[in-house]
C-alpha cells in the first residue's frame, strides 16, 4: 500500500487487491478484539490486583491471543471471499487509498445487500461490543481507582491505562468511522483520510505509545508489578 501511495502509478491488479483485503480485514478485526483482551487485562490489575497473577496465567494469555487471530482470520476469510465474487466489470477505480470492503462494495455494480448485511454484522461483533465492553470495563476502573484513598495511588492507577486508553481513541475513532459511515460523497471523502489514519499512522505511533510508562514512585503503598505495567493498590 505504502509503495502505491508514493509510486507514480496507482494502479493495483486483481490478485494484489484480493491479498490487501485479506490482511487488512484480519489484521484490523485481530487488533480490535486484543484491545478488548488487554481492557480485561487492566481491568483485572486494577480492580483484581491480588487475583492477577492467577486470574491473567501466561497460558490464559496465549489462548487468548490464539483466539483473537484465529477467530479473526476465519472472519477475514468468509468476508473477503464474499466480497470478492462480486462483479466489478464496469468500474475499476477503488474510490480509497486500500482495498476494503466498503471500497469495494461501492465499487461492484451487483446487488451488495447480502454485503452489506454482512459486514453490518461483523462491525456490530467486531466494532461496536468491544468498544461497549471496553467502555464498561472502563467505567469499573474509574469507580474502583476512586476508591483508592491516596492521590499519588489513583494517579499510578490511571496512569496504567492511558497508553491502552490512547490506542484504543485513535484506533476506534477513525475505524468506525470508515465500517460505519454514511454514503454520501463527503463521508466517501474523509474516509479515505480515516483510512489513513488507522492503517499507517494509528500503527506507527502505537510503539512509541506502548513505551510510555509511569516510572515515578509512590510513597507508601504496595506496587504489583509484572511485565510491562505497574499498579499501585492499597491493600488492608
Known sequence: MLVNLGGPNKIITYHGCATQLY??????????????????DRYVAVCHPLRYTTVMHPKVCVQLAVLAWSA??????????????LPFCSHRVVEDIVCEVPALIQLSSADTTYN???????????L????VIILSSYAAIVKSVLKIKSTAGQKKAFGTCTSHLLVVSLFYGTVTGVYLQL????????????????TVITPTL????YTLRNKESVDNCPILKWTGYEICADVP
Open 23 to 40: 490482511i487488512f480485514l484480519w489484521l484490523g478485526a485481530t487488533e480490535c478484539v486484543l484491545l478488548v483482551v488487554m481492557t480485561v
Open 183 to 198: 454514503k454520501t460523497h463527503y463521508a466517501r471523502e474523509w474516509g479515505k483520510f480515516l483510512t489513513l489514519f488507522y
Open 128 to 131: 461496536v461490543l468491544p468498544l
Open 72 to 85: 479473526d482470520l476465519i472472519q477475514s476469510l468468509i468476508q473477503s471471499s464474499a466480497t470478492l465474487r
Open 116 to 126: 452489506e448485511v454482512q459486514m453490518s454484522i461483523a462491525s456490530v461483533i467486531f
Open 206 to 209: 502505537n510503539p512509541l505509545i
